[in-house]
């Protein structure tokens, strides 16, 4: 049934040939940069319509690349309903927080804190921040990597090298071209990636002579998925999924510098309202494009199981089903731009970790803290030399997020969303509660953060269910 035998000699070249246009990019545009102003902002009159793409394509990593049709695979369709609080999101960031947040230039979001809550909470912000997109990129490098080496046929020995050279070459990029390189370069990753998922939906309805693989009942392997339910060990009601995506998009557009930034990039509040409009809309698109895509692989498994692997289990191993598809039952060419849009996805976000954290490095820790102050071109060295110790760091990283047990998305809550919340909690009370004081924000910080270990790692805090699920899902 196969029509592939895995990634072909032009399928290998468009990879390359997309990688070496990346560095280009980073290159052309670092070429005149001499300011902070310009490698971390853009100089602050980027086009909205762009940094609307680069919000969506740096949150939207492989991490969500590969774990909604994998959801979708293996668990079911709940999930999808998130997009209904899109709405309700656009106007809180775009009416409340943004306006707000706008009456403020500055480089580091974190500036922000002290001003009202002094510099230990400045420091507790940025240094959560720092942890947060550090395991944030761990994550993501790895599932990018162990995909690719699907893919490829590469044997598992070989995940860490791919580790380093697909890391490599985002930092190198990433490094040389400031915001606008990683901007631009989002655009291209954009346009890859949601090809990439029509692309398998498309051919999928080709080879199955029309939309027979659109499901018109409950799947056996599809997870009970309810409207609500008073049992926390659920793993996904339909409220909790709307509640969820509400609350992870308006705590990271408020309080994480991968998505403060590009605000501070554009000219206003209205150009920054416009972005985050053009972000929720193409998230919507590709979301749920992804979701067709999941639907569409589940069916075509169904209906072809002799397709898949000696003992492979959709419920299981279904973060593996868009890889191994990608790999095996897609032309030549398409299989190339396809593993491109995968690979894009890892380093649209992996360029905008490095150059948010080398903001953060430089603004709130060598700016603030020592007293020799740097030249504008000291500022971008330094910057760029930030970018190789970040990626030694998401090195050892990717090895130690490998140990925690889950599909994609599950490990994504337990480590990389542990402390969304909390940061954007720090913004909450500096920005918007006039009484607050340093003191509570630490004590809330610390209960706060506490509760939010003991929920992600409650199983093995607690111990597990019968079943092996934790007690809290």
């Not at 659920?234 to 994480?256: E, F, K, N, P, Q």
């Not at 939010?452 to 699920?469: H, N, Q, W």
């Amino acid at each position: 049934m196969n029509t592939n035998t895995g990634l072909t000699l032009v399928d290998w070249l468009i990879i390359i040939l997309y990688a070496a246009s990346t560095i280009f990019l980073g290159w052309y545009y670092g070429r005149k940069q001499k300011s902070t102003k310009e490698y971390f902002t853009g100089s602050g009159n980027m086009n909205p319509v762009l940094i609307g793409v680069s919000l969506f394509a740096s949150l939207l990593s492989t991490i969500t690349y590969l774990s909604q049709p994998g959801e979708i695979v293996g668990k079911g369709p709940v999930f999808l309903v998130n997009y209904l609080a899109y709405p309700l999101i656009f106007w809180i960031i775009g009416y409340v927080v943004l306006p707000v947040y706008m009456r403020h230039r500055v480089t580091s979001a974190y500036e922000l804190l002290e001003e009202r809550m002094g510099l230990s909470v400045r420091l507790l912000g940025a240094t959560m921040f720092l942890m947060l997109r550090l395991v944030w990129m761990s994550l993501l490098i790895l599932a990018a990597t162990k995909a690719f080496c699907s893919i490829a046929e590469i044997g598992e020995e070989w995940v860490l090298y791919m580790v380093v050279l697909i890391g490599s070459i985002s930092l190198i990029y990433a490094s040389l071209g400031g915001l606008r390189a990683v901007v631009i370069t989002d655009l291209m990753q954009t346009i890859l990636l949601y090809g990439g998922a029509v692309l398998v939906v498309v051919v999928v309805t080709i080879k199955m002579g029309g939309f027979g693989w659109f499901p018109t009942e409950w799947h056996d392997n599809w997870d009970k998925q309810p409207v609500f339910s008073f049992d926390v060990s659920t793993r996904i009601t339909m409220l909790g999924s709307i509640l969820s995506v509400l609350i992870w998009y308006t705590a990271t557009s408020a309080g994480d510098q991968v998505s403060i930034q590009r605000f501070m990039s554009t000219t206003d509040v209205g150009a920054a309202r416009k972005a985050i409009g053009i972000q929720l809309i193409i998230s919507a698109i590709v979301g749920i494009t992804l979701g067709l895509a999941g639907l569409a692989m589940l069916g075509f498994f169904q209906q072809n199981p002799d397709s898949l692997p000696v003992g492979f289990s959709m419920k299981d191993q279904a973060d593996q089903v868009f890889p191994l598809f990608i790999a095996f039952h897609l032309p030549p060419v398409v299989s190339g731009l396809v593993t491109a849009g995968l690979l894009a996805a890892a380093m649209s976000s992996m360029d905008s970790g490095v150059n948010s954290i080398s903001a953060v490095v430089t603004t709130d820790f060598i700016d603030r803290l020592f007293n020799k102050p740097m030249t504008e071109q000291e500022h971008v060295r330094f910057a760029r030399w930030l970018a190789v110790i970040v990626g030694i760091i998401v090195l050892f990283g990717s090895m130690l997020v490998d140990q925690v047990p889950g599909n994609i998305m599950a490990v994504t809550q337990k480590t990389v969303n542990l402390l969304t919340v909390p940061i954007f909690c720090l913004f909450l009370f500096a920005l918007f509660f006039k009484r607050a004081s340093p003191i509570g924000v630490w004590i809330g910080w610390f209960f706060g953060t506490s509760a939010a270990i003991m929920v992600a790692f409650s199983g093995p805090i607690f111990g597990f269910l019968e079943d092996g699920r934790d007690p809290v899902s």
